[in-house]
Nanobody
Framework: QLQLVESGGGLVQPGGSLRLSCKAS????????IGWFRQAPGKGREGISC????????NYADSVKDRFTMSRDSAKNTVYLQMNNLKPEDTAIYYC???????????????????WGQGTQVTVSS
């Protein structure tokens, strides 16, 4: 059974850093595109980054570009989201998701993802 579990969320001050983890089980995450999404209170789900299955190419939303970095550890079947210089507007529930899209590119559109984790809360506040 394909499963994704996020961890690493928490409370951090503005300017701080967090690293989120997305642990995959029941499948080899290397063969799937993995995306990170977030949803703030009262707002829609935003696709913030993704990593492709074939080349490991990443793609970021403008809102997080140059602050967030996505990476993959194949040995641990885990994908990470390193978040630096966090801002209050980054406060949201963060989700990872897996897509069967097997390509050199990835999509940040939620409809292309088949399996989702339960989410982890990130709160940026002083």
């Amino acid at each position: 059974q394909l499963q994704l579990v996020e961890s690493g969320g928490g409370l951090v001050q503005p300017g701080g850093s967090l690293r989120l983890s997305c642990k995959a089980s029941g499948f080899t995450s290397d063969y799937y595109a993995i995306g990170w999404f977030r949803q703030a209170p009262g707002k829609g789900r935003e696709g913030i980054s993704c990593i492709s299955s074939i080349s490991g190419r990443t793609n970021y939303a403008d809102s997080v570009k140059d602050r967030f970095t996505m990476s993959r550890d194949s040995a641990k079947n885990t994908v990470y989201l390193q978040m630096n210089n966090l801002k209050p507007e980054d406060t949201a529930i963060y989700y990872c998701a897996a897509s069967k899209l097997h390509s050199n590119w990835c999509s940040r559109v939620s409809g292309t993802y088949n399996s989702w984790g339960q989410g982890t809360q990130v709160t940026v506040s002083s």
